[in-house]
């Protein structure tokens, strides 16, 4: 291996997907770079200019030359940090989040006409020789979020939401199998009858494995969705998946009109409860009860989905 072999494939690489282009690519006016800072901020609903510097390793006036032209496409707000008032805190408008998922949206089509190009025997080879590639120039590097992504559920995930859960919870918590049949029975009823438009699963996945999931599902309640089964792997914690999973509900509810957000937890389960409090969740009752063979502490929480920023 030598240093012009690598040359050679980035000249090749950055060829096949169009980087030199990239807004002709995806028919959109915004650069590689500026399509990367978009995901970014997509991704995580909470960030500072800070972050995203180094996060993206970018130059703070080039970030801040991006920023600028996104505020002045009205694709962001920026506002001092909650944390540090020295820090901007930067959130995607309602059209930046459109555009976010519009650019997502066609860069899936470019790497899925490429993929069609490969022949399905030849696919398992092509995604080891890209995880090998990682693998060896990460240098041990912890994965981060930028290798995480999350997509629809394939044949299969389905019944991972209802093992995991399952196992994750028994192994945590000690709860017995009537929660596992709690599971079974949401995910066959979202199997058996959905609706498309106004119902979502999300599967988190990480070096081809699922990681975490989500549900939204229409409640009983007028204009109301309901977010359900939100899991993260342990080892994959810390990664802002949670965030993502719930933040990714949060746009979905939006964009297609409920105007409230329910969800039912319990107690115990702190770290899912403040990522619900991050993202402007409000506790509006307990209830003590026995289920799953433990004592818990039932809790409804809700979000107005035309009271929260964006």
């Given at each position: 291996?030598t ?5 050679t494939f980035n000249?090749?690489?950055t060829n096949?997907?169009?980087a030199?282009d990239?807004s002709r690519q995806l028919?959109?006016?915004y650069?590689?770079?500026?399509s990367?800072?978009l995901?970014?901020l997509a991704?995580?609903?909470q960030t500072d200019?800070?972050?995203?510097r180094?996060e993206?390793s ?5 970030l801040?030359r991006?920023l ?5 496409d009205g694709?962001?707000?920026r506002?001092p940090?909650k944390?540090?008032?020295?820090r901007?805190?930067?959130t995607?408008?309602?059209r930046?989040r ?6 997502a ?8 006409a490429l993929l ?9 080879r092509l995604?080891?020789?890209?995880r ?6 990460s240098?041990?590097?912890?994965p981060?979020r930028e290798?995480v992504?999350?997509r629809?559920?394939s044949p ?8 995991r ?13 009537d ?5 079974a ?5 979202f199997?058996e009858?959905?609706d ?9 996945e990480?070096d081809g494995r699922?990681?975490?999931c989500?549900m939204?599902?229409?409640d009983d309640a007028p204009?109301?969705?309901r977010l ?8 994959a914690?810390g990664?802002g ?8 509900v949060?746009?979905f509810?939006?964009g297609?009109?409920y105007r409230?957000?329910?969800l ?8 899912a409860?403040?990522?619900?409090q991050?993202?402007?969740?409000v506790l509006?009752g ?6 799953f063979g433990?004592d818990?502490?039932g ?7 035309h009271?929260?920023?964006g």
């Amino acid at each position: 291996m030598t240093v012009q072999d690598i040359r050679t494939f980035n000249r090749f690489y950055t060829n096949v997907i169009g980087a030199l282009d990239y807004s002709r690519q995806l028919y959109a006016p915004y650069t590689l770079t500026e399509s990367r800072v978009l995901y970014e901020l997509a991704h995580a609903p909470q960030t500072d200019a800070a972050d995203l510097r180094t996060e993206l390793s970018l130059d703070a006036g080039y970030l801040s030359r991006i920023l600028n032209k996104f505020e002045e496409d009205g694709l962001i707000e920026r506002a001092p940090s909650k944390r540090d008032p020295r820090r901007r805190r930067v959130t995607l408008t309602a059209r930046g989040r459109e555009t976010a998922a519009l650019l997502a949206e066609r860069a899936n089509e470019s790497v899925g006409a490429l993929l069609a190009t490969v022949p399905s025997a030849d696919r398992p080879r092509l995604s080891e020789a890209l995880r090998t590639v990682r693998e060896i120039l990460s240098d041990g590097r912890a994965p981060g979020r930028e290798d995480v992504v999350l997509r629809d559920p394939s044949p299969g995930d389905l019944g991972w939401i209802v093992q995991r859960n399952a196992a994750l919870y028994a192994s945590e918590f000690g709860w017995n199998a009537d929660y596992e049949g709690l599971v079974a029975r949401i995910v066959a009823d979202f199997a058996e009858d959905h609706d498309p438009h106004l119902e979502r699963v999300w599967i988190a996945e990480h070096d081809g494995r699922p990681v975490g999931c989500v549900m939204c599902v229409r409640d009983d309640a007028p204009a109301t969705a309901r977010l359900r089964l939100l899991l993260v792997e342990p080892d994959a914690r810390g990664l802002g998946i949670g965030d993502r999973l719930v933040g990714a509900v949060i746009d979905f509810a939006r964009g297609v009109g409920y105007r409230e957000l329910v969800l039912w937890t319990n107690d115990v389960l702190a770290s899912a409860r403040r990522i619900y409090q991050r993202h402007g969740f409000v506790l509006v009752g307990e209830k003590p009860h026995r289920s799953f063979g433990k004592d818990l502490n039932g809790q409804d929480w809700r979000l107005d989905l035309h009271g929260t920023p964006g």
